[in-house]
């Protein structure tokens, strides 16, 4: 492979330039050596062991994947491909389904006259008397049951009130169920973490992170608001095999928000005294409630709290086939139980699609759309996605950062996240799931600081993860580096600055290329990244000044880019959002390899395909 990269650069060394950073010396031959695994370990230890005979993948850990096989199809359309194909080829072809066909016999249906049936924008003009192709109503997978007394214990009063199909003398219990004596929940508490059952990626388990501090890094006038935050692991439990790394990340189980739970609860009629009651929960089969456990039925003592909040996701995904099926099946009023069925068939398709694709639809609006539809709980977590970890890069040196509280020495690792807003038919706008959670614990633990409490008690439910990943295994290098990132792609880059800096001379520099807006407002870790920091640091501002991107910079800098990618050891890291960054940083590099090593553009893409085989070229975007 070595070769091949060498025939590439050959041709380049006569027409390259002096660099535009006094430290650049004579461009380098590129070594022959054995190209490091970019795979990051999903397995039980999370080693990082380099196993060469593991494919190479990329990591998207930020990326939320809706489908990527047949089966996703299916489940989420109630279609397999074969039929979804004859419906729509992915060109907006399937709009035409919605035109009145000759020969049908279509009817009016009166609407649903509420705010959240209208924020969904639905144009319906008539439904066909006659539905084909409706989904079938989704198999339960979970179900509620009593927690078995001891025969000794007398059965409390009957109170002969009926609570509904999703209270706890609903079915019988199982056999093996009743067998299970003693039952009790454990003695964890859930405000601050899940349930142990939700165990991410094992061997780890959710270790509650005391916040130790929190600012806020951007200012007044930003698009989007960034938080920083000092968690403190001293008592992280040992025994996982892994350590922290400059350039990994943890986990984060992050709760629905408290509101949105009992909004829930109070739109299904669940009663209050039910939803904190300890309930016992069988599941046939599938992973649920637990993150990565193994495919299977599961039996276990929760809450219904427990499990709305920390297990299924009711805001993240778009509403599939199988959810408003559900709804169909459970609603009082005929005309919703048309409009839904309308949507689970063949001949809505098209409307589906626009449905789906349209304004962010949460569980909370769908509910408030058809008031009329109250499912029981225990068949809705059967249907709804569940709620998944967020990761968060590592923005210091977790090695060298530990501060004194209390006459003892506290262990910190630093994150930057930013708040990420999505349209919302009642308030306007809202957060998402992970960094709105971040976003309320950031401003009560300001709060409470401002009220004069000097250690505020917040936690975040964090895990260690991905210390495997590119950005982790590829830092070790003594080689130089370009770092290039926008917006809070940047955070992972500090910590490996930091620690760089203190020994930097001119064989192993770094270079940092910052893309913000505009740097009055929104330029993070300004002055934090240590010494030298003038030298190394470029940034780059799209809405003021010269109005540049970082993908312009990358091409401006072009000697850099190429004296760095060239030299031993050397490597270029990008860290950002995929659409418009990530991208254009990708197209500016190619076209730096066409100026500088006299490519052609297929030629300069497979050279940048090279590096990123031997880990010279390393892109974590989401």
């Known amino acids: 492979m070595a070769t091949e990269i060498e025939s590439f650069i050959a041709g380049a060394r006569s027409g390259s330039g002096s660099g535009s950073t006094t430290c650049i010396p004579e461009e380098p031959h590129i070594p022959a050596s054995t190209a490091p695994s970019l795979t990051f370990s999903e397995s039980a230890d999370e080693q990082d062991v380099d ?55 279509y009817e009016t249906v009166a609407l649903p006259d509420n ?156 009663p209050r005294f039910l939803r904190d009651r300890q309930v016992l929960l069988r599941t046939t089969k599938g992973r649920w409630p637990t993150v990565w456990g193994d495919d299977q039925g599961r039996e276990l003592v929760t809450t219904r709290r427990d499990l709305l909040t920390w297990c299924s996701d009711i805001q993240s995904y778009p509403p599939t086939k199988q959810l408003l099926r559900v709804f169909a099946e459970h609603t009082t009023d005929e005309a ?58 590592l923005s210091n040196d ?39 959670f971040f976003q309320r614990q950031a401003l009560k633990f300001l709060e409470a600081k401002a009220q004069g409490n000097p250690a505020p008690e917040f936690y975040i439910p964090m895990f260690k993860g991905l210390m495997a990943n590119p950005l982790a295994k590829q830092f070790v290098t003594d080689g130089p580096m370009l770092l290039i990132g926008a917006g809070v792609g940047i955070a992972p880059f500090r910590g490996f600055v930091q620690r760089r800096l203190k020994t930097a001379n001119c064989a192993n520099k770094v270079w940092v290329l910052q893309g913000i807006r505009d740097s009055l407002v929104d330029e993070l870790y300004s002055g934090e990244w240590g010494v030298h920091e003038d030298e190394v640091k470029r940034v780059v501002e799209s809405r003021k000044g010269e109005g540049r991107y970082v993908q312009e910079e990358v091409k401006h800098q072009a000697d850099l880019v190429w004296y760095v990618i060239n030299s031993v050891d050397g ?15 990708e197209q500016a590099l190619v076209e730096v390899a066409m100026r500088k090593g006299k490519l052609e553009r297929e030629e300069a893409q497979n050279f940048w395909n090279l590096k990123k085989e031997v880990g010279q070229y390393i892109a974590e975007t989401w």
């Not at 759309?369 to 990761?391: G, I, T």
């Not at 490597?571 to 940083?585: A, K, L, P, Q, W």
């Open 51 to 105: 196993d060469p005979q593991q494919p190479v993948r990329r990591r998207r850990a930020s990326t939320r994947l809706i489908a990527q096989s047949a089966a996703d199809i299916q489940r989420i359309t109630g279609e397999s491909t074969r039929q979804l194909v004859k419906r729509c080829c992915g060109g907006g072809c399937c709009t035409d389904l919605s035109a009145r066909k000759e020969g049908v016999q």
């Open 336 to 393: 919703e139980r048309k409009l839904l069925l309308f949507l689970c068939s063949a001949e809505g398709q098209g409307v589906f699609c626009d449905f789906r694709t349209g304004p962010h639809v949460s569980l909370s609006q769908l509910l408030n759309a058809f008031p009329h539809s109250k499912p029981p709980l225990d068949l809705l977590l059967s249907v709804l996605q569940p709620l998944m970890p967020r990761f968060y890069s």
């Open 115 to 270: 705010a959240a049936f209208q924020s969904l924008l639905l144009k319906i003009d008539g439904i066909p008397t006659s539905l084909t192709g409706i989904t079938d109503l989704p198999e339960q997978t979970a179900f509620f049951h009593p927690i078995p007394r001891p025969a000794a214990l007398p059965s409390p009063t009957d109170s002969a009130i009926s609570l509904g199909p999703d209270q706890d003398a609903a079915a019988p219990l199982p056999e093996p169920v009743k067998q299970a004596q003693p039952l009790a929940l454990e003695g964890l508490d859930t405000t601050i973490q899940p349930p142990s059952y939700v165990q991410p990626h094992p061997p780890f388990n959710v270790f509650p992170a005391r916040v130790h501090n929190t600012r806020e890094l951007t200012r007044p006038g930003a698009e989007k608001r960034t938080f920083h935050f000092d968690l403190d692991v001293s008592d992280y439990p040992v025994g996982e095999g892994i350590d922290f790394k400059v350039g990994g990340a943890i986990g984060v189980s992050a709760p629905n928000d408290t509101a949105a739970v009992d909004d829930i609860f109070d739109l299904l009629l669940v």
């Open 398 to 436: 977790p090695h060298e950062s530990f501060e004194v509280r209390d006459g003892k020495q506290h262990r910190l690792v630093e994150i930057a996240v930013t708040v990420h807003e999505a349209a919302d038919w009642r308030t306007g706008t809202r957060s998402g799931i992970g960094s709105g």
């Open 571 to 585: 490597r270029v890291f990008v860290c950002g959002s995929t659409r418009g960054m990530g991208e254009g940083v």
